[in-house]
Structures are given as C-alpha cells and as structure tokens.
C-alpha cells in the first residue's frame, strides 16, 4: 500500500503547476504519514487492502488536481485517509476479537440462571395457571396459592441457563466493537414487570374468551414492541424467534412421555397434544427478559482475572 501512495503522490507532484518536487517539508509528507501507517498501526486484523486503497487513491487525486493546494494539504490527505480507514476495519472488528473474558465465568453464569430461573419462574408460570391455560397433571402441587408442578422448577432453571448463556453467545460473536449490549439492574427491573404484564394481559385475555386468533396478532404486536424497547437486535430477533417455535414444540413429546401438564382449550394439535397458539408469543416475550438478566449477571459475576483482561 505505501508503494501505491508513494507513486500517486508522485503522480500529483508532476501534473499539478502549485507542488514543486525541492524542499526538505515536501519529501517528508507521504513517506512519514504512510510509514507510521504500514508499520505502527497496521495488523492483520486492521489492515486495509491494497485492492481497496488502489481503487480508492486515482479518484481521489484526480479531485485534488482540480483544487489549489496549499503548504501542508498533502500531510492532511494521507494521515485523514489512516484514520479513516482504521476507524472503518476497527468498526467492523467484532467484540470476540477484543474481549475473551465475556464468557469466562460461564458456568458460575449458569448456576445463578438456574437458581434465578427456578425461583422467578414459577411465579410468572403461574399466571397461566390460574386461569387454568394449563391444568397440570402428574407433580402438581399448591404452594401458597400458586398451582404449579413439582418439575416446572428444575425446567425452567434449565431454560434460563440456556436461552441465558446463548444470548452472551451470540453478542459476543455477532455485537460489533462499542456496541455490545448491556443491561443494568433498572432495565432488567423494567423488563421484568413489562414480562409480568404481558403475561397478565395474555391470561386475561384467554379468561375474557377473547378468539385466538385475535389474541395472537395482540401479543405477537406487543411481543415485537417489547423486543424493540429491551434487546433491538437482530440476533436477539433471532433467538427470540428461535425460542418461541422450540419451546411449545419440546412441550409435546414432555406431556406425551410425562403427562405433566395439558391445555384444556388448545386450537391445535401436533402429534395428537393439543396445543394454543399464541404460546409462541408468550415464549419470544419471555426471551428479552432473560438475555437482558443474563446481561447484566455477566458483569456481576466476572471474575478479576477476566476483567483484566477485558481491560
């Protein structure tokens, strides 16, 4: 690349009238801004390519033959165009590269997922319960009011951990360099009872006798509303999706094989389980919540060694 600037400047020293080739100032420009480009700043992962800057150089002086140059706009040209050019492959750096820590402590991010998911979700589970979507059936038990089921407990810790840990995942490997995705403790707060809401909202809903089909374009609208005010991104769009078409599907062979719990006014039956539909949104509403909880756990949780590294 500093071969291909040397000899465009040199092309611009002989056609343009104002720029003489004497003068210690002049000989110095290119070779000093482009050195300090190839060598200090350059590396495998920041380099831009000699195709690019080939394509790029002849349109570029053939703008600056047609202007007045003045003592020092060759200096300007060349350092402007390194930072340019590093700021642009440093934005399309990916964090994995720059940050090997974030899923250092993964496991101790898995337990508390677990312990959260075992403790929070039997208590949003059960706002379905009591407007009896789901009856369950073999480990059901009354805790304090709550209808749930004995192994509603260990699955959904196991279903915090997962969709949890696969979020950091997929920010680590897909969020570009300053702008990987953080959540404080306010903002897993408010996904939180948004979480809650939308669940009373669906329940309530089903308790109303409101059609099905009508209450799946209604969740599924503030199902995107929710994803677009607590995650906005494409990848969490993703895992979301992901998750609101696995989960009711795993539920089928659970029940078949179980008999843990069944859903009394289901509008639809795969392998002979009946099923509800608008599940689908209850489950992508679901998966904010525990991206941003698990977000947040992730700069809690981090040990002193990998925040070294991070910094």
């Known amino acids: 690349m500093a071969m291909v600037l040397v000899r465009s400047a040199g092309q611009l020293l002989s056609v343009h009238p104002g720029i003489t080739r004497a003068g210690p100032h002049r000989a110095r420009i290119a070779p000093v801004?482009?050195?300090?480009f190839s060598t200090s700043q350059a590396s495998p992962q920041r380099t831009i390519s000699t195709s690019f800057s080939a394509a790029l150089i002849p349109s570029t002086?053939?703008?600056?033959?047609?202007?007045?140059l003045r003592e020092g706009d060759m200096e300007r040209f060349f350092c402007r165009a390194q930072k340019q050019g590093s700021e642009l492959q440093e934005a399309a750096t990916p964090i994995s590269e720059d940050s090997p820590g974030i899923l250092q402590d993964w496991p101790k991010l898995a337990l508390y997922l677990f312990a959260l998911g075992f403790l929070l979700g039997p208590p949003l589970d059960g706002i379905h319960s009591r407007v009896q979507l789901q009856i369950y059936d073999v480990g059901a038990i009354d805790i304090v009011g709550l209808h749930t089921n004995i192994w509603v407990f260990p699955m959904l810790g196991v279903f915090y951990s997962v969709v949890g840990v696969l979020q950091l995942v997929l920010d680590k490997y897909f969020a570009r360099k300053g702008n990987l995705p953080t959540a404080d403790l306010q903002k897993v707060v408010f996904s939180f009872i948004t979480l809650a809401t939308l669940l009373e909202v669906s329940a309530e809903l089903y308790k109303g006798g409101v059609p099905f089909n009508v209450e799946a374009y209604t969740l599924f609208a503030l199902a995107e509303a929710n994803w677009l005010l607590f995650d906005n991104t494409w990848w969490g769009f993703g895992l979301a999706t992901l998750v609101g078409i696995a989960c009711p599907l795993a539920e089928i062979p659970i029940n078949k094989l179980f008999g843990l719990w069944h859903y009394p006014k289901g509008n639809?039956?795969?392998f002979g389980e009946s099923t509800v539909t608008w599940v689908l949104a209850c489950y992508f509403f679901y998966t904010p919540f525990i991206s941003n909880l698990a977000r947040y756990l992730s700069t809690?949780?981090?040990?002193?060694?990998s925040q070294n590294r991070l910094d």
């Open 61 to 68: 002086f053939q703008s600056l033959q047609r202007l007045p």
């Open 268 to 270: 639809i039956e795969i």
């Open 33 to 36: 801004c482009v050195g300090r």
């Open 300 to 305: 809690v949780v981090r040990t002193p060694s």
